[in-house]
């Protein structure tokens, strides 16, 4: 199989934000990360600073787009679902380059 048809063949989707409470009772925010390879459902649950460091990472090998940032201009911070949807469009962006990383570089 060529390459570049095994990449076309994962999908990779950020459906949903989970909270998880710390065991010094501070409340994290996750992102659910699913990559569908291979007919089978992965995930992993990441917190935006995971997402931060795979992008120095792979902005060291490879050019990728801005990172989305965490702020709005207007307010304070972004509204999760925004974040999460952010998150996901730059995750899709980079194709194949990013695919690939999710599990190895996260």
């Known amino acids: 199989m ?3 048809e095994l990449f076309h063949m994962i ?3 950020i459906p949903s934000l ?3 409470v710390d065991e010094s009772g501070k ?3 996750l992102f659910r990360v699913e990559v569908l390879f291979n007919g089978r459902k992965h995930y992993v ?3 935006s600073s995971d997402f931060q ?5 792979l902005k060291k090998i490879i050019q990728t787009p801005d990172f989305p940032s965490k702020r709005n201009p207007h307010l304070r911070t972004k509204p999760l679902e925004q974040r999460q949807q952010e998150l996901e ?3 899709q962006v980079r194709g194949m380059c990013h695919r690939c990383c999710w599990t190895s570089c996260m």
């Open 53 to 57: 460091n795979l992008h120095r990472k």
């Open 11 to 13: 999908e990779v989707s």
């Open 89 to 91: 469009d730059y995750i």
């Open 45 to 47: 649950l990441r917190r």
């Open 2 to 4: 060529v390459l570049q």
């Open 18 to 20: 989970e909270k998880e």
């Open 27 to 29: 409340t994290k925010k």
